[in-house]
């Protein structure tokens, strides 16, 4: 048996060693490190709203109402009138019946999927899914079938041979590729073979749709998705996810989906923030948000912010990424499992809150 120090040898040896970082922010953009200022393009604040004074207060009115913890699951002890009102607003805005929520977007997947199928089920699943939605997909027991990446014919064949009721999963902005998926001819496919389809918008929500909700949204298509997935944590400044689903379906996961039942409910603080978060993008000044990201995206020839620079080796990648380190810009270099072995590559996110100074220092150095 490996002793964990020869494990993390072995890790340093392929350079997929990964270590913390101590940082301290100072605004929605920049942070310190070891008393070194840093322009961050490694976070998911997509829209700056994580320091944004609305979603401040609303967390800080909650702590005084409500505390600081939930104290129990909200099964066990009740369930605060503030999740009600997220999860209302969660399904105002996605056009369903109702939404459910959970501390983070893990938890989400980890509860909902395998309570939506089982052993005689079977999932479709895109390849360069997150690895919260391969993680569920395996404790569910389901039988997995993996995809090409966005490939629809290959889509289409395990379609016509899946067994059980089937789950298609998919994402609409993929997290490490920035790219997103066919989401209308993944429509008609599932239709066509009578599946239902999970939606993950955890980099879409803020960013795409006329009112920032989404890829679904922006095409029109809400009302085709079974399942609309996605996290409070990340443009939306909080934390925590949630499904959207006709009723019945949300009634069957708060019976059903265990990391709901058996996980002390997130502290309320975070739903408040999440709540005001959701206001704050359907107001003008959510809308001219979204269109200075778009702004900064189209900078940079993207259509979404995240950019990835691909590399190849993992060496070669942490050097590129310690060199913008050097010139004061964190851009994290991402390896091997979170992408394909031999596709490291430096991931940049862009954030409204970028000045343009700081993205002309970006395209500089790059
Ligand atoms: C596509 C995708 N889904 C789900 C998650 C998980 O969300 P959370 O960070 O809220 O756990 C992430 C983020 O890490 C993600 O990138």
New binding site residues.
Partial sequence: MKTPSEELSHLSDQGLLRALRKITPTSPTKLEIDGRDFVNFSS?DYLGLSKHPALIEAAQKALLDFGTGSTASRLVCGSLSLFHELEESLALSKKTEAALTFA??????MGVIPALVGKDDTIILDKLA?A??IDAARLSEATLRVFPHNDLNKLEKLLNSSKGRTLVIT?SVF?MDGDLCPLAEIIALKEKHGALLLL?E??AVGVLGPNGQGLAEELGLQDQVDFQMG????ALGS???YLAASRSWIDLLINKARSFIYSTAPPPAQAAASLAALELINTQEGHDLRARLQNHCQSLNSRTPIIPKIIGENDQALAASRDLYDQGLLVPAIRYPTVPRGSARLRITLSAAHTDQQLRALQEAL
């Fill in positions: 998911n983070n977007g893990y938890a989400t997947a997150h919260c939605l994402e997290s993950d955890a980099h996290t409070l944590g990340k934390a925590g996810g």
